[in-house]
């Protein structure tokens, strides 16, 4: 199943995609993260949120909760369900569809070496996982939701190692594709 959804992003990156979501990820960074940051930071009353934080405790996020109040637990959990599911899908769209377009070039069909092109989906299924725990532990305030934070501080760290590594994997692909390209255009 994991070669299946390879290949299907191995196709599915075309130029038109990689332009496409590079537009998108641009818009959203520029239009829409400047004004969910600003509200975040107005419910969270300085004391940080989960999903924007490596490493935490259980206890950390049930203090983040408790600093929160009714309408700051509220507003964190709409937005986990509105603005915390399109940025997920938003950078995934970009991620995936650049690697995927960039290894094509780089990396023979009948290497294992492809399923690279999945990290980035990797990354955004723990982006769901942990906004689903901490919401659960924003949801369930005051009483205790202790699997949801254990979980939460779990999925958060390895989302960020994820969403880094997807970056990086970018960044490395991008670079060995120039290269290749310049020592091709050098040998004509």
């Given at each position: 199943?994991?070669?299946?959804?390879?290949a299907?992003?191995?196709?599915?990156?075309?130029?038109?995609?990689?332009?496409?979501?590079?537009?998108?990820?641009?818009?959203?960074?520029?239009?829409?993260?400047?004004?969910?940051?600003?509200?975040?930071?107005?419910?969270?009353?300085?004391?940080?949120?989960?999903?924007?934080?490596?490493?935490?405790?259980?206890?950390?996020?049930?203090?983040?909760?408790?600093?929160?109040?009714?309408?700051?637990?509220?507003?964190?959990?709409?937005?986990?369900?509105?603005?915390d599911?399109?940025?997920?899908?938003?950078?995934?769209?970009?991620?995936?569809?650049?690697?995927?377009?960039?290894?094509?070039?780089?990396?023979?069909?009948?290497?294992?070496?492809?399923?690279?092109?999945?990290?980035?989906?990797?990354?955004?299924?723990?982006?769901?996982?942990?906004?689903?725990?901490?919401?659960?532990?924003?949801?369930?305030?005051?009483?205790?939701?202790?699997?949801?934070?254990?979980?939460?501080v779990?999925?958060?760290?390895?989302?960020?190692?994820?969403?880094?590594?997807a970056?990086?994997?970018?960044?490395?692909?991008?670079?060995?594709?120039?290269?290749?390209?310049?020592?091709?255009?050098?040998?004509?």
């Amino acid at each position: 199943m994991l070669n299946k959804i390879s290949a299907w992003l191995y196709r599915f990156s075309t130029i038109s995609f990689l332009l496409i979501s590079t537009i998108v990820f641009m818009l959203f960074l520029v239009l829409v993260m400047p004004g969910q940051t600003a509200k975040a930071a107005v419910y969270s009353g300085g004391v940080g949120m989960p999903d924007m934080t490596v490493f935490y405790s259980a206890s950390d996020l049930r203090h983040m909760a408790e600093s929160y109040g009714e309408q700051g637990r509220q507003a964190y959990i709409h937005a986990r369900f509105t603005f915390d599911l399109a940025f997920p899908l938003v950078y995934t769209f970009f991620l995936a569809v650049c690697t995927s377009w960039m290894l094509g070039r780089l990396i023979p069909l009948s290497s294992k070496w492809r399923l690279l092109n999945l990290l980035p989906l990797a990354a955004m299924l723990l982006d769901f996982l942990e906004n689903i725990c901490a919401a659960l532990v924003m949801a369930a305030y005051p009483a205790s939701h202790s699997l949801a934070a254990q979980l939460a501080v779990i999925f958060t760290p390895l989302k960020w190692l994820l969403v880094g590594a997807a970056f990086l994997l970018l960044i490395v692909a991008s670079l060995l594709a120039g290269f290749r390209s310049i020592r091709g255009r050098k040998k004509n």
